[in-house]
């Protein structure tokens, strides 16, 4: 099954930031799919991967989202905070660090806090501000995906408290 971890938002925050993202071209992703993925597992075990999450430590923080983007390489509309926050980074590392002592193959490439909000976006050069949004951080999530001709399904596994 095809594995990764994410933290979801609120569903007003979700709301919101899809209802910003219907003014462009493109295929928006639904509220309820918006997330911020934290590691990329692909095809795995989730007993391995549910035992690494354990192991890894963070602590509850907010996701200023303040700056929108358009990525032209891959057509993506995202938005995510002008600077990581260091308690994100530190979640990322730790989860990083434990997936991969578990034997887990993970990207190696930096990490980029982002939230797809629209692919196959048509060029945007300029882009309205987006709106004033609340995003705590309190836990994260495994998450099986499935892909199927009408887009992603997502389904939590399991849930990891912040401390």
Known sequence: MR????????????AKLALWARQFEGRPTPAENIHLTLA??????PDAATAAARRAEGRKHHLPLEVARYWKHNQILWA???ETPG???????????ELRAAAFVLE???FSAHVTLLRKAKRLRT????????????????VRSSVSSSGASYEAL?????G
């Open 3 to 14: 594995l990764f971890f994410a933290a979801w938002p609120p569903p007003d925050t979700a």
């Open 40 to 45: 990329f597992l692909g095809e795995a075990n």
């Open 80 to 82: 995510g905070p002008r």
């Open 87 to 97: 308690e994100l980074q530190a979640l990322v590392a730790s989860l990083h660090a």
């Open 108 to 110: 190696d490439r930096p």
């Open 127 to 142: 882009l309205p501000n987006l709106p004033a949004l609340d995003w705590p951080i309190d836990d994260f999530v495994l």
């Open 158 to 162: 399991s849930r990891f408290p912040l």
